[in-house]
């Protein structure tokens, strides 16, 4: 058996089992670009530091830089016997070039490396995953453009309750994701801090220069404790936290979908191509994709949770249980990835079904509360003209008959302040001009934020 770099101290070879239980390189790979940018640029100060010879300095980048070409090209084989990541680099680079290898290991510790290579790893993907928001977000805007105008009866309880232009409703998600980006963005102020020289908790014994080092590998900032740098994991924490949000309200967008395209709402159509048939029933077309972001949301919102309850009780400084912080952060991120591009696709693809909708606006009694607002303005107390408007919606549905189909006497009935002008105000044309105060769902309002929205997204 191989023996292991810190077995100085051991009379027994590692357990076999627990060798295979304790390995990370089955999902520490992705870090391998990582690790080895890092330690370019860690050889480089440790030359500064003369701790390294020039020559000495050039064969470590040369063995370096052939192992990320094996790894880019597929011909590297890792090891699980050489536990993680910065072992099997580490191992590899002495395969090439002998003994100098070891000395990149000066002052350093695998510690410090892991949060390097993460921090490094999450930056890339933030910046992936800004795009894909991006993506979305320019969908749901053109979609909003598309069917502006479109009126459908916007909910509450998921009962009918008043009109909204499509594009209103359905822009509310460009503000959620928008936000969600810009919580993006102010993360990376706490993710681009550079644990390098940390070592194992005390900070490194020789002399090299940490800002140097961060500027190199595109940190903005140095951490400023050694401790906190090898044993916080809140960088992961807050990007879960983040991955979460957006997935639930991708969940929340799916749910929607999915209701708008069953036979009792009908408001849409979805692409076949991203739908499903069933094996026994041939007239099924199942929102399999939707269905999949909402159930993929549960596994996000665990990953989560998982980080969670993985650093609660966790004493300074590293502890081992952080090497479990990894599969659930890789897990919900490709999770995560995939549901914005999955949605963003499905989108593009969306059909409203206009006149189903038109059908829908004539149900539920959606201007009851313009013909309160009327008896308002004709000095009749709001919580009074609520019952009075209540009472009449009842008359109405009895008869079933709209609101606007009543006639004047049958209105007098229940309030002698009402006049011919109450018609006007029961059509939708009046609903909507009295509702241009900021964010409200008038027609010039949401005209002019999509316009400010696609103003907004260029320097997003
Ligand atoms: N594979 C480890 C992890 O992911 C790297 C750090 C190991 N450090 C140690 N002292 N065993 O956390």
């Known amino acids: 058996m191989e023996k292991k770099p810190w077995s100085g101290r051991f009379k027994e070879n590692t357990d076999k089992f627990f060798e295979d239980f304790s390995e990370s390189i089955s999902f520490d790979y992705r870090l391998a670009p990582y690790e080895i940018k890092a330690s370019l640029v860690y050889a480089e100060a440790l030359k500064e530091a003369n701790i390294l010879t020039e020559e000495e300095l050039n064969l470590?980048?040369?063995?370096?830089?052939?192992?990320?070409?094996?790894?880019?090209?597929?011909?590297?084989?890792?090891?699980?016997?050489y536990e993680d990541i910065h072992m099997n680099i580490e191992k590899a680079l002495y395969e090439k070039i002998g003994e100098v290898a070891y000395k990149l290991h000066t002052g350093r510790s695998r510690n410090e490396q892991v949060v390097t290579d993460l921090r490094l790893y999450l930056m890339d993907e933030v910046e992936n995953l800004k795009k894909e928001l991006k993506a979305l977000l320019e969908s749901i805007i053109a979609k909003a453009e598309?069917?502006?105008?479109?009126?459908?009866?916007?909910?509450?309880?998921?009962?009918?309750?008043?009109?909204?232009?499509?594009?209103?409703?359905?822009?509310?998600?460009?503000?959620m994701f928008k936000h969600h980006l810009e919580k993006l963005k102010d993360y990376e102020k706490r993710l681009k801090i550079c644990p390098l020289g940390s070592s194992a908790f005390a900070g490194c014994g020789f002399n090299i220069n940490r800002e140097k080092i961060a500027k190199k590998l595109g940190f903005k900032d140095i951490t400023k404790n050694s401790v906190f740098a090898v044993s916080s994991r809140d960088f992961i924490l807050e990007l879960l936290f983040i991955l979460t949000l957006i997935m639930l309200d991708l969940s929340r967008l799916s749910e929607e979908l999915i209701l708008w395209s069953t036979q009792e709402f009908d408001f849409i159509d979805l692409p076949d191509?991203?739908?499903?048939?069933?094996?026994?029933m041939p007239q099924k077309k199942n929102p399999d994709a939707l269905e999949l972001i909402r159930g993929k949301t549960a596994s996000v919102a665990g990953n989560l949770f998982q980080l969670i309850v993985l650093l609660k009780g966790l004493p300074l400084s590293y502890n081992r249980d952080l090497q479990e912080d990894?599969?659930?952060?890789?897990?919900?991120?490709?999770?995560?990835?995939?549901?914005?591009?999955?949605?963003?696709?499905?989108?593009?693809?969306?059909?409203?079904?206009k006149e189903n909708i038109?059908?829908?606006?004539?149900?539920?009694?959606?201007l009851a509360t313009e013909l309160a607002d009327y008896l308002v303005t004709k000095g009749i107390p709001f919580r009074k003209a609520h019952h009075i408007t209540g009472e009449i919606v009842l008359y109405a549905e009895k008869n079933q008959k709209p609101l606007e189909a009543l006639t004047l006497e049958e209105f007098k009935k229940f309030s002698k302040v009402i006049e011919k002008d109450v018609y006007e105000w029961l059509t939708m044309e009046n609903f909507f001009k009295r509702r241009e105060i900021p964010g409200a769902t008038g027609y010039l309002n949401v005209k002019e934020r999509l316009k400010e929205a696609k103003k907004e997204i260029a320097e997003l």
């Open 146 to 175: 598309k069917y502006y105008g479109v009126i459908i009866p916007g909910f509450t309880h998921l009962q009918h309750a008043q009109p909204v232009l499509f594009s209103h409703w359905f822009m509310a998600y460009y503000e």
């Open 60 to 81: 470590i980048k040369k063995g370096l830089k052939e192992i990320e070409e094996e790894i880019k090209s597929g011909k590297f084989v890792f090891n699980k016997s």
């Open 273 to 280: 191509r991203f739908c499903t048939g069933s094996s026994i």
């Open 358 to 366: 038109e059908a829908h606006l004539k149900k539920g009694y959606l």
């Open 326 to 353: 990894k599969p659930p952060l890789f897990q919900a991120l490709e999770n995560t990835k995939k549901s914005i591009k999955m949605m963003e696709l499905l989108i593009g693809g969306i059909k409203l079904k």
